[in-house]
């Protein structure tokens, strides 16, 4: 055997019987302990951050639903959008508005967030406002446009 072998093969067990060693410290078990529980704690705010981050987004989500809903319902019926005001419990705020209001007093999620974010205000999401049901006309517009583009290619 080479003198070089012996020579590796000899700090190979050395440091194999130091390993041992330390894995038996109290030290290494305290460490090796630390981490497991930090890395649980870790796992428990990452799951806390998951359902967080979906609930925030069904929440969102059901809000757009409803916005969509009552957009397509007055387009599909020629209804004109907007009133004079943008309030809320106003009586010239407009169909948009008023259904909103009309379904919120059926739908307690609608009647919350209206109470909550109705009056946002701008720079604030309430994703009721008409910029916002602006912009989701502008994207119906578009699907519509792509789909007859695609029809008629």
């Not at 130091?18 to 796992?43: D, G, L, N, P």
């Not at 609608?110 to 701008?122: M, T």
């Not at 009721?128 to 699907?143: P, V």
Request: aromatic share 8%.
């Amino acid at each position: 055997m080479n003198s070089s072998v012996v020579f590796m093969t000899g700090k190979m067990q050395n440091a194999t019987s130091k390993m041992e060693v330390h894995e038996k410290s109290a030290t290494h078990r305290t460490s090796a302990i630390a981490f497991a529980q930090h890395s649980s704690v870790q796992e428990c705010i990452e799951k806390h951050q998951e359902i967080v981050i979906r609930s925030a987004s069904y929440y969102w989500k059901s809000i757009l639903q409803r916005a969509l809903d009552v957009i397509l319902y007055c387009t599909e019926r020629g209804l004109p959008l907007r009133g004079h005001e943008e309030k809320f419990s106003s009586p010239t705020n407009g169909n948009f508005m008023g259904l909103l209001e009309l379904i919120a007093k059926y739908d307690s999620f609608l009647a919350s967030h209206i109470a909550k974010q109705g009056k946002a205000g701008s720079g604030r999401s309430s994703y009721l406002s008409s910029s916002t049901c602006e912009e989701l006309i502008d994207l119906m517009i578009q699907t519509v446009l792509a789909e007859v583009i695609r029809e008629i290619k």
